[in-house]
């Protein structure tokens, strides 16, 4: 059990992540995240392609592959570090108090075993319910997540549902055994907005009824808005600002944040102006030990930015990684 | 690379209704699906495009937005004759495209280009950026200084002319999707279909592809019809939006008036689905959703195909009598819907259904 | 990036700067391959033995130097005089498998190239026409396919007449479909991209598309089937002299003929099936190592 009643469930400190490769040089995709997530809260994750969003979850749920991936830090869930134990255990835990949604549906579910084998799996491995009773469940379950006439769904394939529905599905498969966490990756980037509006609606529900944190992993700001309590966004690695999710979108800090909300058109502002964009690409980074790596593209930079890697601080409720922070409100002159 | 400074206010650009570049009539395109042992016989068809006008003005901007089936890619496949329409006319600049053989259809491509929306597969991973660029200059034997064309191409887009020697994979996906325009103005072309042009990119790349397409357009006087299905980078990009589902057109108008008063019940849906970066705003929106899935485009609803998903659907005329698109008393003549029972529900008569409306949280 | 982008990441190379081509980045990595060097190795190791047979070879292939030790019930194995013992005419055993190699790089080469042609004609024309050309072009594929291999080999090699040459030409003939049907799958799906998409809507005319972009963009799988085939070649002319078929005269040594005339001194000189299978399977050994890490470092997978 947890060691106090308010402390977080999920407590991730330091996560590294470093692929190694042959003949070439070592790659940090994620280095030095450290963030916390309690029951029934949603944590954000916010990124682009490369900031290493996607390898966090992947460490966290430990999915990824052990040769030539090396993990430091620790993960601190029900008072064990999930980094060190073994694999056995950690496949009990993943599945059973852990789950995971990833973004791309069909490539998730095994094309030639039907879905209610898939769901039902789920049951025998971690409830030890079998036949009848673990049917009956995975049918409960998929009516549960929104998908009719559930007992005949049981028999179908995946590629004979829709992406809505089989996203659905594997919701499904992820809450089964009722995870206290549930991790979802892009759950929503491969579909169309109508029906991620639904599986919005619909994970929001969950975990409200559950009980469960949830981190959702994503590079729309929008849903992150409508959804999250918390919002970590990270670049080349690192997190370079995290605060409530109010907070974050009145009044972001970081530059890489402002643009990314300056760039992103609305439908509800007036239209007209142009777009302002980030400037460069996300693969224009200075390494994080020489410097800031957002500085090449940053509008705020100064020297001190391209000198020293800028520290996480503290600073109200928020955490930031800027020397030259965007102002406050307070702060801009008159 | 560096941005032009950022304009305040509208661009202005003066764009004729009347003067029409692109005019398609009740286009269909219809793909059998064939059944048989020894001889295919055909059974069925999928109707990806089923009857769609539309008219793009000279120098403007027409966006269409959909989700996926709706057809709307074909719809830009079509218009280029990368696919056969099966039914309707197209008539690009007075001329009937449909009427054409293959070798005049060919060198008419040089008026019309299109760019895709993967950047990596729409370039041959063997070409040179060189080769890609000077590949239409010689298809149509255009005469003069190839390579310095290239040049000067890569400069319109914002790409070095170190470009030229290197393969569509040294570059990032905003790059190549640069390079894919640069391909798309050759050949001074007036029309450009741009199937999702920015969907494949990163968020804060999106909006440099965007900027460069505008400046383009002022630049070159291109004409644009942008298929996309996120509503807001159409609404910033597009004068004139028309939203399809399941093969044909279900609303149109002009980019603002949609955006401010949308009347058919799908585009509702839609525009309440599109999640906006504003936490009070998420907060406090009212969400219309839909059930469902999309149904098969080889087997659409009879009537209004949108019917089966329909929160507002009412008892008579929605399933058995498919609307037209028309304009309605209360709203400028250029906004036209698919709806029998549009006006009922801009006035408030017609609520929609209980099940399909997500409240806001009380927190 | 999805699970399966993690993985591939980890094995993949990085990108490099400069106009590098997509063969050479291949290249590059199928130097550092272990597995693809023995191959190499042992093709390296059976190029040179045929090629420099006359200058290793301590005898002749038709020398006698052991006659007099040949006794109906003795057949001396391997000794330090003669590495590979003597066979059952008294010939060197070294020397004969040594000169055993031209015989089979020669038959497996030639074999492999006259299949390849065939085969990619066929392939151009289905993938290049389409619709009934391909039809009737597969219909003609499916039929070579349907026969097995080795026995229509033997058909055609033994109708053809006892030769090196029918050999070569029955063994051509059976890896013909093969070539024909993986080229003109490449063709058919690459025809369905985006590029050839967009190369139409340039207005590029249709021949200028098949050649300079579906043809080249296929190419790949078709040089793994070569390696390949170059090793089913050398296996499918070992049998078929087995079976008594290709060179008429004995004397000229081929190891699948040397692995059928010991079929009567199996019990007693099991050297004289050892050396001529064992030099069978390294042949091609090396021929589909090279061959399988080729296939994946041109995976387009594992390309970013």
Known sequence: MTNSATGPLLDVRDLTVTFTRRGGPDTRAVDGVSFQVSPGQTLGLVGESGSGKSVTSLAVMGLLPRRSVSVEGHVYFDGDDLLTLPRDRMRDIRGRDMAMVFQDPMTSLNPVVPIGVQVTEVFERHQDMTGEAARKAAAELLDRVGIPDPGRRLKEYPHQLSGGMRQRALIAMALACRPRVLIADEPT?????????????????????????????????????GLCDTVHVMYAGRVVESAGRRELFAEPRHPYTGGLLASVPRLDAPRGAPLQPIPGSPTDVLSWPDGCAFAPRCPNRIDACTGAPPPLEAIGGRTLRCVNPLPTAEEVPA | MTEAPAEQGRRRRSIDPTDALLTVDDLQVHFPIRRGILVERQVGAVKAVDGVDLTIPRGSTVGL????????STFGRALLRLVEPTGGSVHFDGTDLLALDDEQMRRMRRQMQMVFQDPMASLDPRQDVESVLTEPLRAHRIEGDHRARARELLDLVGLPATALSRYPHEFSGGQRQRIGIARAIALEPQLIVADEPVSAL?????????????ELQDRLGLTYLVIAHDLAVVRHIADVVAVMYLGGLVEQAASDELYAAPLHPYTKALMSAVPIPDPEVEDTRQRILLAGDLPSPAAPPPGCRFHTRCPFRQETRCDDERPQLRSVATRPPSHRVACHWAEDIDAGRIQPRASAVVEPDAS | MSLSQVEAATESDQLEPGGANLR????????????????????????????LAP????????????????????IPGPSAEHWFGLDEQG????????????????????????????????????????????TVVMRIVDVMLSIPGLLMAIAIAAVLGQSLTSVMIAIAVINVPIFARLLRGQMLSQRESDYVLAARSLGVR????????????????????ATLTLATAIIEAAALSFLGLGGADPSVPEWGRMLASTQLYLASAPHLALFPGLAIVIAALGFTLVGERLREALDPKYRR
């Open chain 3, 55 to 74: 200058l290793i070879a301590p005898y002749g292939p038709r020398d006698q130097p052991g006659a007099g030790l040949i006794t109906p019930t003795t």
């Open chain 3, 206 to 225: 249709h021949r200028s598309i098949v050649l300079s972009h579906v043809l080249p963009n296929s190419m790949s799988p078709v040089i793994v089937q």
């Open chain 1, 189 to 225: 980037t491969a579909l169309d907005v109508t029906i991620q509006a639904q599986i919005l609606e619909l994970l929001k529900d969950l975990v409200q009824d559950t009980g469960a944190a949830l981190i959702m992993i994503t590079h729309d700001l929008g849903v992150v808005a």
């Open chain 2, 202 to 214: 990163d968020v804060s790349i999106q909006a440099q592809v965007v900027n460069l397409l505008e």
């Open chain 3, 91 to 134: 010939r060197d055993e070294l020397s004969r498998i040594i000169y055993g190699a031209r015989q089979s790089l020669l038959v497996g080469v030639v074999a492999m190239l006259l299949g390849m042609a065939g085969g990619l004609v066929l392939g151009m024309l289905a993938g290049a026409f389409g619709r009934w050309v391909d």
């Open chain 3, 24 to 51: 050479r980045a291949a290249w590059r990595r199928l130097r550092r391959d272990p597995v693809a060097l023995v191959g190499f190795a042992l093709i390296a190791m059976f190029v040179l033995v045929a090629i």
């Open chain 2, 65 to 72: 937005v959909g989700e996926s089936g709706c057809g709307k």
